[in-house]
């Protein structure tokens, strides 16, 4: 299932599943986070899984590449089942205060903005992985129609609760934050919450996003 | 006996409280953070006795002023830092890193800048009092996590400490913060991505840190990096120390707050035994890479980390 093993930098190794992005692939990315998490190898302080690549950081202190490598290798994840997908409602403003890029996205895609609208939210999206700030997800995959690629020049401020689209993939900014998606909307919702330190995230890896629309009114009175 | 506490008259450009880092939490997203010049951060800590995870002050260039408006502290300044003690007397005595000093109710301690370097710490003995996220209390200002609500300290605010009496020992060390002629690297996982000419510039050309630069990254210029197979990568984990090229081929190098994962092709990995030195780098200063193997990178950090060693045990 890793194709090719190596090392990044002297204190971390990259696993690689393959190029491309599917669900089966990154859930061989789980299996090996999670059977990695139960193992719990000396000197590691931190993996993150991504679409189809898995990185493992570790305390240069602790253990060396060749010594962990093994250790990796050694991992069996038949046994590892993941867990059940969770549905996830995601409420969703398209005013235009919100929708940045909506009317780009109209131009370049020769779609009507009610018609891409309307394409975003028909879908449910599948989430592959969290991070680059605090509980963002990664979400795929959306409409063949819909696909274009980032902002030529970033944003150097996304507002938060941004709804990002490019390539295949949506994101949720969970923090203000530098970016080059395409936005489309804007969610009142939390989806980072650090005082519940158990379970921090809304959306984890393998849950499934729906993202539903709500007037401005109901986005100003958002309450949770 | 009521707790003792700093005021802040003056905040500084980035002041925050930092301890050795929050680990495991990646793949949600939150970096390391931790003090981004270890070495100087555990100097601090030992000097006035403190275990090695202790939360310090950390702040970069202009330092802050602080009152100390109740109880008595035992504190010390690491770094290449310029500072000064102002007494309640007005009494002014000048600052020396590296050693150990007493500060009564009502002293003053104006952390005037860091000299030729951007990163200095402040640590007081029994260390200041922390708001613990996963394990630490480092400020992530861009997660809102860890003390002080997650935001660099602002004029006005308190900094409490952990003890409000103090039993001051005096203790120095000579300690001299070299600089360094090359940073060394490891080759990138896409370091194929870059044409041959700019893999030479990359090894033998100076490339100057400019002023974006911060706890999340430090963005160089030099000669443009040219990609020639894909400007973006499917987007995957980071560590600190990898440069990534975006597609206007000037380098970004993530540091202790970097973004937990990035889509840009990575040309390089700064060597662990060279993280301290990297970061007190001035913008404005310029550096020269050196591509080193694996092998070579593990004995460098077992050999920096054997001189850290040395230096801790010296602090007796």
């Given at each position: 299932?890793?194709?090719?093993?190596?090392?990044?930098?002297?204190?971390?190794?990259?696993?690689?599943?393959?190029?491309?992005?599917?669900?089966?692939?990154?859930?061989?990315?789980?299996?090996?986070?999670?059977?990695?998490?139960?193992?719990?190898?000396?000197?590691?302080?931190?993996i993150?899984?991504?679409?189809?690549?898995?990185?493992?950081?570790?305390?240069?202190?602790?253990?060396?590449?060749?010594?962990?490598?093994?250790?990796?290798?050694?991992?069996?994840?038949?046994?590892?089942?993941?867990?059940?997908?969770?549905?996830?409602?995601i409420?969703?403003?398209?005013?235009?205060?919100?929708?940045?890029?909506?009317?780009?996205?109209?131009?370049?895609?020769?779609?009507?903005?009610?018609?891409?609208?309307?394409?975003?939210?028909?879908?449910?999206?599948?989430?592959?992985?969290?991070?680059?700030?605090?509980?963002?997800?990664?979400?795929?995959?959306?409409?063949?129609?819909?696909?274009?690629?980032?902002?030529?020049?970033?944003?150097?401020?996304?507002?938060?609760?941004?709804?990002?689209?490019?390539?295949?993939?949506?994101?949720i900014?969970?923090?203000?934050?530098?970016?080059?998606?395409?936005?489309?909307?804007?969610?009142?919702?939390?989806?980072?919450?650090?005082?519940?330190?158990?379970?921090?995230?809304?959306?984890?890896?393998?849950?499934?996003?729906?993202?539903?629309?709500?007037?401005?009114?109901?986005?100003?009175?958002?309450?949770? | 006996?009521?707790?003792?506490?700093?005021?802040?008259?003056?905040?500084?450009?980035?002041?925050?409280?930092?301890?050795?880092?929050?680990?495991?939490?990646?793949?949600?997203?939150?970096?390391?953070?931790?003090?981004?010049?270890?070495?100087?951060?555990?100097?601090?800590?030992?000097?006035?006795?403190?275990?090695?995870?202790?939360?310090?002050?950390?702040?970069?260039?202009?330092?802050?002023?602080?009152?100390?408006?109740?109880?008595?502290?035992?504190?010390?300044?690491?770094?290449?830092?310029?500072?000064?003690?102002?007494?309640?007397?007005?009494?002014?005595?000048?600052?020396?890193?590296?050693?150990?000093?007493?500060?009564?109710?009502?002293?003053?301690?104006?952390?005037?800048s860091?000299?030729?370097?951007?990163?200095?710490?402040?640590s007081?003995?029994?260390?200041?009092?922390?708001?613990?996220?996963?394990g630490?209390?480092?400020?992530?200002?861009?997660?809102?996590?860890?003390?002080?609500?997650?935001?660099?300290?602002?004029?006005?605010?308190?900094?409490f400490?952990?003890q409000?009496?103090?039993?001051?020992?005096?203790?120095?060390?000579?300690?001299?913060?070299?600089?360094?002629?090359?940073?060394?690297?490891?080759?990138?996982?896409?370091?194929?991505?870059?044409?041959?000419?700019?893999?030479?510039?990359?090894?033998?050309?100076?490339?100057?840190?400019?002023?974006?630069?911060?706890?999340?990254?430090?963005?160089?210029?030099?000669?443009?990096?040219?990609?020639?197979?894909?400007?973006?990568?499917?987007?995957?984990?980071?560590?600190?120390?990898?440069?990534?090229?975006?597609?206007?081929?000037?380098?970004?190098?993530?540091?202790?707050?970097?973004?937990?994962?990035?889509?840009?092709?990575?040309?390089?990995?700064?060597?662990?035994a060279d993280?301290?030195?990297?970061?007190?780098?001035?913008?404005?200063?310029?550096?020269?890479?050196?591509?080193?193997?694996?092998?070579?990178?593990?004995?460098?950090?077992?050999?920096?980390?054997?001189?850290?060693k040395?230096?801790?045990?010296?602090?007796?």
């Open positions: 299932m890793i194709k090719n093993i190596s090392n990044l930098g002297d204190s971390a190794v990259y696993c690689d599943f393959g190029d491309k992005v599917t669900k089966e692939i990154n859930s061989n990315v789980i299996k090996y986070f999670e059977g990695l998490k139960k193992n719990k190898i000396l000197g590691i302080t931190n993150t899984p991504s679409y189809n690549k898995l990185i493992i950081s570790y305390d240069l202190e602790k253990i060396r590449f060749d010594q962990i490598k093994n250790k990796i290798l050694e991992i069996k994840t038949e046994d590892i089942n993941s867990d059940e997908n969770k549905i996830i409602k409420p969703v403003c398209t005013d235009e205060e919100f929708c940045l890029d909506t009317e780009r996205l109209s131009k370049k895609l020769k779609l009507d903005i009610g018609k891409i609208l309307n394409i975003f939210f028909n879908k449910k999206y599948f989430c592959y992985m969290t991070g680059f700030i605090a509980g963002m997800p990664f979400l795929g995959d959306i409409d063949k129609a819909l696909r274009l690629k980032r902002l030529e020049t970033p944003r150097v401020k996304v507002p938060k609760g941004s709804i990002g689209i490019t390539e295949q993939f949506s994101n900014y969970t923090y203000e934050s530098p970016g080059g998606w395409n936005i489309i909307g804007n969610t009142p919702t939390k989806i980072f919450d650090k005082l519940n330190q158990d379970n921090p995230l809304k959306i984890n890896p393998g849950d499934i996003v729906e993202f539903y629309e709500i007037t401005k009114t109901e986005y100003l009175n958002w309450n949770e | 006996m009521s707790e003792a506490y700093f005021e802040i008259l003056r905040a500084g450009i980035n002041s925050t409280l930092q301890d050795e880092g929050r680990f495991h939490q990646y793949h949600i997203g939150l970096p390391i953070s931790g003090a981004i010049d270890k070495r100087n951060y555990l100097i601090s800590n030992h000097l006035v006795g403190n275990k090695s995870n202790t939360a310090s002050l950390e702040f970069a260039y202009q330092g802050p002023l602080l009152k100390l408006k109740s109880g008595r502290a035992s504190v010390v300044i690491t770094g290449d830092v310029i500072f000064n003690i102002i007494r309640k007397n007005s009494e002014i005595e000048e600052g020396v890193c590296y050693q150990t000093f007493s500060l009564n109710q009502d002293d003053q301690l104006d952390i005037i860091t000299n030729k370097s951007v990163y200095g710490y402040l007081v003995q029994k260390g200041f009092k922390g708001e613990y996220f996963w630490s209390c480092s400020i992530h200002t861009k997660s809102e996590v860890g003390s002080n609500k997650g935001k660099k300290f602002s004029i006005n605010d308190k900094i400490l952990n409000s009496e103090i039993n001051h020992n005096s203790k120095k060390i000579d300690y001299f913060n070299s600089k360094i002629e090359f940073i060394r690297i490891l080759k990138g996982t896409n370091f194929d991505y870059f044409s041959d000419k700019s893999k030479k510039d990359f090894f033998s050309k100076e490339f100057t840190i400019t002023k974006l630069t911060d706890r999340m990254g430090m963005r160089i210029k030099g000669p443009k990096i040219e990609n020639i197979v894909d400007t973006n990568i499917k987007s995957e984990g980071l560590i600190k120390g990898v440069i990534q090229v975006p597609s206007d081929g000037d380098p970004i190098i993530m540091l202790s707050d970097h973004g937990t994962i990035g889509g840009y092709p990575k040309i390089g990995v700064v060597i662990s993280h301290d030195k990297l970061v007190q780098l001035t913008p404005g200063n310029t550096v020269k890479f050196k591509l080193v193997e694996l092998s070579e990178a593990e004995k460098l950090f077992q050999l920096y980390n054997l001189e850290t040395t230096i801790l045990d010296q602090i007796k």
